[in-house]
């Protein structure tokens, strides 16, 4: 059973759209979560960080976090050709010894914005 | 003023070979660790080490070999390269090992095993 889940895409929509990513997670004791975005051939760039249920906004950006529904989401408005990105879900839980956390990466969703 | 480095950048060996990548970060973190990033583009982490200690050391086979020899430089050192370890291999860092901490990666090294 995959840890943390993300349609792997690609997600197309056309420039000035809002893109909507999703991601599901089945640890319920994880309280940190992450969206990276990694170009192709490039490493992943923290874009949000989210760590209580509700809406965070970052400009053009908006991650929702539904911790009962183990569920976390990223919009981005007003999608440009350059946000044509992996978006990468990451989920922090607490390792067997409880003494450190981890990242746990979903697979990510290709995200591809239109002319 | 790179924060996270990494060398090589690209790693072109042959099976059976023994190599080794290097990190460095310059963010005043107390956490390290070492990802893998599959041809799929799965993710995966490999090692952890906070202030020169191995916190983290998932199911990864004996070839591979981390080293902490300050908690600014965590190098990963590969015995009698394989096939399957062909892939991506990011370095990252956080502030510390707590819950919560985001995670700032390297550029990577991609490593192709002929």
């Known amino acids: 059973q995959k840890e943390v889940e993300q349609n792997s895409g690609p997600l197309s929509v056309p ?5 909507s990513l999703n991601c599901t997670y089945s640890d319920r004791g994880s309280q940190s979560f992450f969206w990276y975005r990694q170009y192709s051939g490039k490493s992943p760039e923290l874009i949000m960080s989210i760590y209580s249920n509700g809406d965070k906004e970052d400009g053009r950006f ?3 976090l539904n911790k009962a529904s183990q569920y ?17 879900c990451a989920v922090n839980s607490l390792i067997y010894t409880g003494t450190a956390s981890k990242l746990t990466f979903g697979t990510g969703t290709r995200l591809q914005v239109t002319l | 003023d790179t924060a996270v480095s990494q060398t090589p950048k690209y790693l072109v060996t042959q099976m059976g070979n023994d190599k080794s990548i ?14 893998k990033q599959d041809s799929k583009k799965f993710l995966k982490i490999m090692f952890s080490y906070n202030n020169k200690e191995l916190i983290i050391n998932e199911t990864v086979p004996n070839r591979f070999s981390p ?5 600014a430089h965590l190098n990963l050192h590969i015995n009698s390269l394989e096939l399957g370890d062909s892939a991506v ?8 090992r707590a819950g919560g901490q985001p995670q700032h990666f390297g550029d990577g090294t991609r490593l192709s095993i002929l």
């Open chain 1, 15 to 19: 420039e000035g759209a809002i893109a």
């Open chain 1, 62 to 64: 908006t991650a929702q």
């Open chain 1, 72 to 88: 976390v989401s990223l919009l981005i408005r007003d999608s440009q050709p350059s946000d044509s990105a992996t978006y990468l």
């Open chain 2, 22 to 35: 290097k990190c460095e970060q310059n963010l005043g973190h107390d956490t390290m660790y070492w990802y």
């Open chain 2, 67 to 71: 080293k902490s020899p300050d908690k």
């Open chain 2, 89 to 96: 291999y990011f370095c990252a860092s956080s502030h510390s």
